[in-house]
């Protein structure tokens, strides 16, 4: 059937995966750390879904990577705000450790999508032309 919308692009469904367990591991962060670290990790995470959707849904493919590229400056970011919780023992190393193993498989897939973008040029869909009533 294919990619009919942004949903169905898998990249999209497991970075919204990533950002679900990043909402559920901060939820045991020192309270603290409520308007710090786990507001920064939420932020960045809830990010690259939503630049991935935002960008699937502009008109052109120059857009749409550079929503892409919008996502995985917000996975690096994430990525490292997750690597210091680690270093400063905010969260146990495994559930760390399991986010960063989602990470590493979302960069997989935005750097491949990216890829198949920009090596595979499409001229951009004419959108349809608005309706009259008066032709």
């Not at 935002?54 to 892409?68: C, S, T, V």
């Not at 190393?93 to 989602?102: F, K, P, T, Y």
Request: glycine share 4%; with cysteine.
């Amino acid at each position: 059937m294919g990619i009919q919308c942004y949903r169905d692009l898998k990249v999209w469904q497991i970075g919204m995966d990533l950002a679900e367990q990043c909402y559920l591991v901060t939820r045991n962060f020192p309270k603290e750390e409520l308007y710090g670290m786990s507001s920064q990790i939420r932020r960045a995470s809830a990010s690259i879904p939503a630049n991935i959707a935002e960008g699937h849904g502009r008109k052109n493919r120059k857009e749409y990577i550079q929503f892409l590229y919008i996502a995985q400056g917000s996975l690096k970011e994430l990525e490292t705000h997750l690597i210091l919780s680690k270093r400063v023992k905010l969260s146990p190393s495994d559930a760390i450790d399991s986010l960063l193993c989602q990470c590493e498989s979302v960069s997989k897939l935005l750097s491949a999508l990216i890829r198949a973008l920009e090596n595979n040029p499409q001229p951009p869909k004419p959108y349809p032309q608005a309706l009259t009533l008066n032709p």
